[in-house]
T-cell receptor, first 112, second 113 residues
């Protein structure tokens, strides 16, 4: 079984530019989560999809962040325009039912 | 305000000995707790979980203990192996599945051969 896949693994962009992160969950997993870890701090929740619907987006920092999950399969997280404080590692996780969440290896985002 | 706290940033243990990682939480609504292990440049990998109806769950070398009255849980690794060297995250949620996890800051475990 393929795990959660995230692309790109690393992205370096300048402040003000746009970046789009992609997550492919484990096949058949209805739940998809985005998390972020900034500078060695705790991993913080951003938002939760159930299939294609946003179940909870209470962790999204501001309206520069836009997440989509068209068709209930893969998800994208777009940051536009990127700011310096957006740097960090963005993790995607998926789960089904009451099973634990499985995480991807993350996208390391560096804003210069 | 941190709801899940791992107060030890790092821990060193000799190979073969027991590793004990601690975690405290403040939110009484948490009923499901998990431990994840993370290697550099990889995502967190699920290790073991426990729900509040239990006080202990065991899986091979890994045991998680939950003291709900103290809002404290711990992960015991016996015997510790060099491959266990990683960052361990404690996480909590109100129910098992379908809800976001709240993580601690992690404890870096170094197992010395």
């Amino acid at each position: 079984e393929a795990g959660v896949t995230q692309f790109p693994s690393h992205s370096v962009i300048e402040k003000g530019q746009t970046v789009t992160l992609r997550c492919d969950p484990i096949s058949g997993h209805d739940n998809l989560y985005w998390y972020r870890r900034v500078m060695g701090k705790e991993i913080k929740f951003l938002l939760h999809f159930v299939k294609e619907s946003k179940q909870d987006e209470s962790g999204m920092p501001n309206n520069r962040f836009l997440a989509e999950r068209t068709g209930g399969t893969y998800s994208t997280l777009k940051v536009q325009p990127a700011e310096l404080e957006d740097s960090g590692v963005y993790f995607c996780a998926s789960s089904q039912g009451h099973q634990p969440q499985h995480f991807g290896d993350g996208t390391r985002l560096s804003i210069l | 305000d941190q709801q899940v706290k791992q107060n030890s940033p790092s821990l060193s243990v000799q190979e073969g000995r027991i590793s004990i990682l601690n975690c405290d939480y403040t939110n009484s609504m948490f009923d499901y707790f998990l431990w994840y292990k993370k290697y550099p440049a990889e995502g967190p990998t699920f290790l073991i979980s426990i729900s509040s109806i239990k006080d202990k769950n065991e899986d091979g070398r890994f045991t998680v203990f939950l003291n709900k009255s103290a809002k404290h849980l711990s992960l015991h690794i016996v015997p510790s192996q060099p491959g266990d060297s990683a960052v361990y995250f404690c996480a909590a949620s109100p129910i098992a599945g379908n809800t976001p996890l709240v993580f601690g800051k992690g404890t870096r475990l170094s197992v010395i051969a």
